[in-house]
T-cell receptor
Framework: KAGVTQTPRYLIKTRGQQVTLSCSPI?????VSWYQQTPGQGLQFLFE???????NKGNFPGRFSGRQFSNSRSEMNVSTLELGDSALYLC????????????FGPGTRLTVT | GQQLNQSPQSMFIQEGEDVSMNCTSS?????WLWYKQEPGEGPVLLIA?????ELTSNGRLTAQFGITRKDSFLNISASIPSDVGIYFC?????????FGTGTSLTVIP
């Protein structure tokens, strides 16, 4: 079974731009969560999607948004990028039967200059 | 948000030694998980714990869900060089997961 895939793996953007990151969960997994990882703040929860609906949201500004498609693939968007948005963005998926066992993708390294 | 205190922050050990790290919280969690992350990769799930007092092993790794539901520990026996990485604990409460700050493990051959 293929793991969680994320594209792109690396991205460099300029302040003020917007960015869209993509995540394909493990086949059969319908829950997708997004996290931001930085050296200073560690792993922080952004949001979770299940069956195309946002089920939970962390404490991030509205510039961070996401969506999930009918095939469970998910995208997250960050608008009006700030320097502090530079981070590793991780996506994790889980199955209905083992909802609390999250499997992470390799992440997208976003650098904002 | 809920804070998970993970200790130690870093460890430097000789190959063959046993390793112990733990995670404590001021809040109760329903599930504890342990992950390992290597440079340039996402965290990999090592062990999931679902009941207070539960002790679970995965090869040389053993983890326990504390009786109070506010703590968990991970032991690695007979460490080898490929154990190098950052180990994270995570606690689940409701629909959210909270992660510890990580323990960086270096194994000296």
């Amino acid at each position: 079974k293929a793991g969680v895939t994320q594209t792109p793996r690396y991205l460099i953007k300029t302040r003020g731009q917007q960015v869209t990151l993509s995540c394909s969960p493990i086949s059969g997994h319908r829950s997708v969560s997004w996290y931001q990882q930085t050296p200073g703040q560690g792993l922080q929860f952004l949001f979770e999607y299940f069956s195309e609906t946002q089920r939970n949201k962390g404490n991030f500004p509205g510039r961070f948004s996401g969506r999930q498609f009918s095939n469970s693939r998910s995208e997250m968007n960050v608008s009006t990028l700030e320097l502090g948005d530079s981070a590793l963005y991780l996506c994790a998926s889980s199955s209905r039967t083992h909802a609390y066992e999250q499997y992470f993708g390799p992440g997208t390294r976003l650098t904002v200059t | 948000g809920q804070q998970l205190n993970q200790s130690p922050q870093s460890m430097f050990i000789q190959e063959g030694e046993d390793v112990s790290m733990n995670c404590t919280s001021s809040s109760i969690f329903n599930t504890w998980l342990w992950y390992k992350q290597e440079p340039g990769e996402g965290p990999v799930l090592l062990i999931a714990l679902y009941k207070a007092g539960e002790l679970t092993s995965n090869g040389r790794l053993t983890a326990q869900f504390g009786i109070t539901r506010k703590d968990s520990f991970l032991n690695i026996s007979a460490s080898i060089p490929s154990d190098v990485g950052i180990y994270f604990c995570a606690g689940q409460s409701g629909n959210q997961f909270y992660f510890g700050t990580g323990t960086s493990l270096t194994v000296i051959p």
